[in-house]
């Protein structure tokens, strides 16, 4: 089997292996995805995304796939980064990626950062979804000190509590037993969000299906529309993550949720698909 070019991104250090399916499908089960983002025995990344034809109307088709083989419907920061490649491939400044979540327009920015319209956060209980009828502005959860978190989806779910110190917070301990409460049926991304100001929040997630990460660009998104939903920010804040910042609006005009953010490329390499199991 010929050797499979890779480029290695990162979106503040949220970090993917960018694969291309666009010719023919590479066999990514999801044994195959948990050793390819395996940090000592693979190339190590938070998500696994790989490129496919995605017909008319959008310029590409990102598939999202987390290290223990689920699938994810939205990565805000993946989709920064594939939507920068394809500006590139294409020259244009302008395109649509096609997720599971839908399609989601891009613009890249002459210093290099890039807009993404993550569309409207669904805010419904079955939409995030939860188990049973709620309102997902305050769940009957706690978290050691934390309590009452709001959730929504962004075609992904998301629970956010709000803290008054993050630091106080370990989100790692916290983080598995949450992720997979029986309260969400699909799991969930669970952030811990300290407002600092109407327009400027600092988050920390603990993903779903991939644990502590340096940023989450959905969830980023999720925290700022429960804050502003909690009457804790504005419609516009800067979300400070342990890995930096993305700029998020829940533009009134249309209710979609613009995230803006900078990508990088590590490397790029080649690497014997035969080498990972089926
Ligand atoms: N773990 C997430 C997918 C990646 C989201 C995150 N990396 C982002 O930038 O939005 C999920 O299972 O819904």
């Keep these: 089997m010929p050797l499979l070019p890779f480029r290695k991104m990162h979106g503040l250090g949220n970090d993917f292996v960018v694969l291309d399916e666009r010719a023919a499908p ?6 195959r995805v948990a050793a390819l983002a395996d940090r000592r025995r693979g190339i190590g990344c938070d998500q696994l ?5 995605a017909g008319a109307g959008a310029d590409v088709f990102l598939r999202i796939r987390n290290p223990d083989g689920s699938e994810a419907g939205a990565c805000g ?25 839908g399609d989601l327009p891009a613009e890249v920015h002459p210093d290099g950062s890039v807009t993404v319209d993550m569309g409207p956060p669904r805010l419904g209980w079955q939409e995030v979804p939860l188990a049973e009828p709620m309102d997902t502005l305050r769940l009957p959860l706690a978290a050691g000190a934390a309590e009452g978190p ?3 989806s962004m075609g992904n779910p998301h629970a956010t509590f709000f803290v008054p110190d ?18 969400f049926p ?11 100001a109407p327009d400027r929040l600092r988050l920390v997630v603990w993903e779903r299906g991939a644990g502590m990460t340096l940023a989450c660009g959905s ?15 504005g419609r516009r804040a800067t979300v400070v993550l342990p890995g930096g910042e ?25 690497l014997d698909l035969a080498a990972y199991p089926a």
Aim: net charge positive; with cysteine.
């Design 186 to 196: 699909e799991r969930a991304n669970i952030g811990f969000a300290q407002v600092l």
């Design 26 to 31: 590479l066999g990514l089960t999801p044994a």
């Design 49 to 53: 995304v790989s490129l496919e034809p």
């Design 77 to 101: 920061n993946a989709t920064r980064c594939v939507a920068a490649l394809i500006a590139a491939e294409t020259g244009r400044r302008r395109v649509v990626v096609r997720t599971l979540a």
């Design 219 to 233: 969830g980023a998104c999720a925290a700022l529309v429960n804050a502003h939903r909690r009457g804790l920010a």
């Design 246 to 270: 993305l700029a998020i609006e829940w533009r009134a005009a249309d209710g979609h949720v613009l995230m803006t953010g900078p990508v990088a490329t590590a490397f790029t390499g080649q």
């Design 166 to 183: 993050l630091d106080a917070v370990p989100v790692a301990t916290l983080g598995p037993a949450l992720e997979r409460h029986p309260l």
């Design 150 to 152: 709001a959730a929504c």
